[in-house]
């Protein structure tokens, strides 16, 4: 992964220095300093610099230490990046003459490596995923609630590239396999013989059955081997991964800001909404019209589905979307209850079925790409909702809401959110009230914009419901 970001650095700089010198070529004139071949051989002299300080950012690193990085996370790091590294290349070509200092071209350069640096690098990352040797083997060292937990989360998201192998623990020995079907390999004191011999390559820490001075101890252990150590952290419900580590005589001491949203952010997020749905519902319109005749020539029955939600501060809206099912689908309900994939989860549950044997033949395309939601962005202008945030629950599952969890109401409901992209349906109501409630209170802009960025290419992907 990582020769393959730089690559995909490399040939960014240089598909973007070459682009803006085609941008910007003129007849030579006194005032240049140098032909434009020697400009390329100049600027093709400072990569490495570009890749020393791509590396001070940790743009090659991060794959491996973090599970669920992607492209959208380097782009703050990447704006950097570019930024510095422009304007080191416009002052040595000023103090240099090797090179014409063209601000123009130096603008058209910097806008083009932001773009192609990060088209690149999610091109690379989904080379390398693809890759059987992208795999990490890993094992779970605690085999108890909290380990099952880490073990689900991580199979289900195979992009991850993290092929869990079993559990580490004392506990559920006898047994010999986990309920999730997944072996519990020894007991911890093995672990590091277990790393060697099963080629393991990352050890996620998930509350083992050990004292702590043991559990440290066999933690360095095991990085002493090579192996890359996750730590669930303690509480770890409440630990974003937004939050602030500061430090008393060298302990690292977890900071939790209050949650609250100033009246700024608010203004921004609003705007940020506004503008984007008011141009979306723009240049989607003969969208929205093709859809619309689809829909009426494949069944009977209005164009847009409308239903009670629960909005921000306990207020009540109506939700747009393109209809999906038949029109007598809510009389059907209990016909399919049976189907329900949550319906084991217990009184807290969704009414979710994959295949509704309700939707209509347009419906079901619809429901692959999530075409159905953006009639949504109505809501997002009129101030119901907003472009990410909580999931919009109709009342009846809002009911189920309680106590501290009520705080998703702090902010208006989302089309898309971390339930979206961190796995829809597949969520159980308990975990996805618990990423609301994570959202809502580490809220930042730029959490909004690596969110939009994420749900793109799901949606592309079909994985609607």
Known sequence: MRRTLLVA????????????????SSPSSDADRAPPEIELLVFAGTLPLWVLLAKGYGLYDRDEERTDHTTPDDLVPIFHLITVGAWMVFAGAALTGLADPNLAK?????????????????????????????????VIL???????????????????????????????????????????????????GIVRQLGVKRVVVG???????????????????????????????????????????GVPLVGLPPPRLSRSSRLLKRCMD???????????????????????????????????????????????????????????????????????????????????PRLTRVGRFLRRYSLDELPQLINVLTG???????????????????????????????MSGLWQVLGRSDIPFEEMVRLDYLYVTTWSIWTDVRLLLRTVPLVFRGHGV
């Not at 050990?210 to 730590?231: C, F, K």
Request: charged letters at 25%; a neutral charge.
């Open 9 to 24: 650095d490399l040939l960014g700089l240089m598909c973007a220095f070459v682009a803006a010198e085609l941008l910007f």
């Open 106 to 138: 130096l603008a058209a350069f910097w806008a083009l490596a932001v773009v192609l640096v990060t088209l690149a690098r999610a091109a690379a990352r989904a080379f390398c995923r693809r890759r059987s040797s992208y795999l990490q083997n890993a």
């Open 142 to 192: 605690g085999a108890g609630e909290v380990g099952r937990l880490v073990a689900r989360k991580l199979m289900r998201h195979r992009e991850y590239g993290i092929n869990v192998i079993g559990f580490v623990d004392h506990a559920h020995l006898n047994g010999g396999d986990s309920e999730d079907g997944l072996p519990v390999l020894g007991p911890p004191e093995r672990l590091c």
């Open 207 to 249: 509350f083992p059955v050990m004292p702590y001075s043991e559990t440290a101890d066999l933690i360095r252990d095991v990085n002493e081997l090579g192996v890359q150590v996750d730590v669930v952290p303690r509480l770890f419900e409440l630990v974003s991964p937004a939050v602030g580590i500061h430090t008393a005589e």
């Open 274 to 356: 506004a503008g984007v749905a008011a141009v979306g519902l723009a240049m989607l319109a003969p969208l929205f019209l093709v859809v619309g005749t689809l829909i009426k020539v494949d069944s009977r029955g209005p164009v847009f589905f409308r239903q009670t939600r629960m909005g921000c501060g306990k207020r009540t809206f109506r939700i747009f979307k393109f209809r999906t099912m038949a029109a007598d689908a809510d009389e059907r309900k209990a016909e399919v209850a049976d189907l329900n994939v949550h319906a084991n989860e217990g009184e807290r549950c969704m009414f979710k079925i994959p295949a509704d």
């Open 384 to 414: 119901d909702m907003s472009l990410v945030g909580p999931r919009p629950l109709i009342l009846e599952e809002d009911r189920l809401v309680n106590g501290w969890e009520r705080r998703r109401l702090d902010l208006k409901p989302g």
